[in-house]
C-alpha cells in the first residue's frame, strides 16, 4: 500500500511502500529506515477506500540551519544557549537538532559579529528553519518560523525587528573619535554607548570599543603636542634673547650654507617614493551577485628621510576613467612609517566587493594615498617563535611578540607579508593583539580568512612579520 511519508532531513513529501523496511529520498538522498515504526496506520477505511495515516514526528528534527558564504572561507559558528550545543557551519552546510518545544535562543557568529534570534519549536513539532547568507560585508538571516500563536508571533517580532548592526551612538563615536579635539567628546559617547549596551542587545557595539582606544590615544597626543609646543615655544623665546648680540656676527654665515632645519623643511615638501600596484584580482562572487577584488599597493621609501602614509583608499575606474566605487575602511597600511630603501604596502583587509563588471570587462584601479616626511622614528616590537601551517582557511601563521620597551600598549596589529620565491607579494593579513605591556610577552595567531586564498603555504618561499607601535602622524 502506498503511504504519504515526510522526510526527516529535508521535509519533503513522498509516496513509499508501506511493505518496505527503509527508502531513500528522492530530495536529499537521506536514508529512511524503521518505515514500519515511523507510520502508524490506523485501519479507519472511509467509503471512497482512502486510508488515513498519523505521521510520529515526535522524534524527527525540528530545528533545521543552513549557511551560505560569498566567502567561502567565512565559517558560521552556531551556538543553541539553552543546551550548550555548539557546531561550526563551513559555506554550503546545512545541520539540524531536534530541541524540546518552547522558546530557544540562538546564537549565529558569523566573521567578528554576534547575531542573536529567537525561535519557538511548536507544539506538533513542525521544523523551524534558519537560513543564513554571508554577503562578503553583512549577513542577512532569514526564519521559517511555523504554526506559533499570536503572542508567540509578537515575542518573536521583537526578537527580530532589529537584526543586529552598528549601534547608532557607537558609530557617532567613532567617527569623533577620528577628528582631533572632538575625539574626547567620541570618548564620552563611546562610554555612554558601552553602558547602555548592556539593555541593547538588538545592536552591535564594538565600534564604541575602538572609538574609546582611539579617543584615548587622539587625546593623549593632543595634550602631549599643546605641552610640547608650549615647551618648545618658550625654548625659542629664551634662544632668541641670548642670540640677540651676535645676529649681525652669524647673518653672513647663515645666508651662505642652509642649516639643518632648513634641509628637513625643504625635505618635507617634497618626499621620494615610488608606488606600484603588485596585486590586483577579480573574480565573480560565487554564492551571490557581484564581483570582488584584491588587491597589494606597493610603496618605496627613495629619499633621505623616512615618510608616513595616511588617507589610503582604494579607487575603481573602468576603462574611460569613470569612478565605479572608491573604499577607505577596508584599506590596510602594512608599516605606515617607511625609512629609506624600506617597502610598505597598502593592501585589502578582506575582499572588495562591487556590484556589476563594466561591458568590456575591464575595471582598472587607482591606488589614493597621501605621503608626509616625519621626523617620527618607528618602534618595532620583537616577534619570535614563528611559524607556517594549512587550515581550511588558507596560510595560517602563529607566534609571539614581545614589548620589549619600558612603555605599555594597549593594542599593537601584527601584520605578516608572504612572498614567493622571486620577491613577488602573494598576500598580506594581520590580527590585533591587546594587554602588550612593557616587557610582556602575547601569543597571535593569523588565519586566512580576511586575505586573498590563492596560495598554499607551499607556495610560500619566505615572510615578514611586522608588529609596530601605532602611529597617528601627528
Known amino acids: 500500500m502506498l503511504v504519504k511519508l515526510q522526510c526527516p532531513h529535508c521535509g519533503a513529501s513522498m509516496e513509499v511502500n508501506d511493505s518496505q523496511d527503509k527508502v531513500f529520498c528522492s530530495y536529499c ?51 543553541i544557549v539553552d543546551t550548550g550545543t555548539k557546531n561550526t557551519y563551513l559555506n554550503g552546510q546545512t545541520q539540524t537538532y531536534h530541541l524540546s518545544k518552547g522558546s530557544h535562543t540562538i546564537v549565529l557568529k558569523i566573521g567578528k559579529r554576534n547575531y542573536e534570534r529567537t525561535i519557538i519549536i511548536p507544539e506538533d513539532n513542525s521544523p523551524v528553519r534558519i537560513n543564513a547568507a554571508y554577503t562578503g560585508r553583512v549577513a542577512e538571516i532569514t526564519i521559517d518560523q511555523p504554526n506559533v500563536g499570536d503572542e508567540d508571533q509578537q515575542t518573536l517580532r521583537n526578537n527580530h525587528s532589529s537584526g543586529g548592526g552598528k549601534s547608532p551612538l557607537s558609530i557617532v563615536a567613532f567617527i569623533l573619535s577620528l577628528t582631533g579635539i572632538a575625539s574626547i567628546v567620541g570618548v564620552v559617547l563611546a562610554i555612554i554607548d558601552l553602558i547602555n549596551s548592556k539593555k541593547d542587545k538588538k545592536h552591535s557595539h564594538g565600534m564604541s570599543i ?10 593623549l597626543s593632543l595634550i602631549v603636542g599643546i605641552a610640547s609646543s608650549s615647551s618648545k615655544t618658550a625654548d625659542r623665546q629664551d634662544a632668541a634673547i641670548a642670540a640677540t648680540s651676535d645676529t649681525n656676527a652669524k647673518e653672513s654665515n647663515a645666508a651662505s650654507k642652509p642649516t639643518e632645519t632648513e634641509k628637513t623643511v625643504s625635505d618635507s615638501k617634497d618626499p621620494q617614493y615610488t608606488s606600484e600596484t603588485v596585486k590586483f584580482d577579480v573574480r565573480q562572487q560565487e554564492y551571490s551577485e557581484g564581483y570582488a577584488y584584491y588587491a597589494v599597493v606597493e610603496i618605496k621609501n627613495t629619499g633621505s628621510s623616512n615618510i608616513y602614509l595616511s588617507d589610503s583608499s582604494f579607487d575603481l575606474e573602468d576603462s574611460n576613467g569613470h569612478l565605479l566605487q572608491t573604499e577607505n575602511f577596508w584599506v590596510y597600511t602594512y608599516r605606515a612609517v617607511i625609512k629609506p630603501g624600506e617597502k610598505g604596502y597598502l593592501y585589502s583587509g578582506t575582499p572588495i566587493t562591487f556590484d556589476s563588471m563594466p561591458s568590456d570587462g575591464v575595471v582598472v584601479l587607482k591606488p589614493q594615498f597621501k605621503v608626509k616626511t616625519t621626523k617620527h622614528e618607528p618602534v618595532n616590537y620583537e616577534v619570535f617563535d614563528t611559524s607556517l601551517s594549512q587550515d581550511i582557511f588558507g596560510v595560517k601563521a602563529t607566534g609571539r611578540v614581545k614589548n620589549n620597551t619600558e612603555k605599555n600598549d594597549s593594542y599593537v596589529y601584527v601584520r605578516i607579508a608572504y612572498y614567493d620565491a622571486n620577491g613577488n607579494v602573494l598576500g598580506i593579513s594581520g590580527t590585533s593583539v591587546t594587554g602588550l605591556d612593557a616587557g610582556a610577552t602575547v601569543s597571535f595567531e593569523i588565519s586566512g580568512i580576511r586575505m586573498n586564498d590563492d596560495f598554499t603555504v607551499d607556495d610560500v618561499a619566505s615572510y615578514e612579520v611586522l608588529a609596530q607601535e601605532t602611529y597617528y602622524g601627528f
Open 29 to 79: 538522498g537521506t536514508e529512511i529506515a524503521n518505515l514500519k515504526e515511523r507510520i502508524e496506520i490506523t485501519q479507519n477505511v472511509n467509503m471512497s477506500g482512502t486510508v488515513r495515516h498519523v505521521m510520529d514526528r515526535s522524534n524527527d528534527p525540528n530545528l533545521y540551519i543552513s549557511y551560505a558564504s560569498a566567502v567561502p572561507n567565512v565559517v558560521m559558528v552556531v551556538r
Open 210 to 219: 575602538a572609538a574609546l582606544i582611539i579617543g584615548i590615544v587622539f587625546s
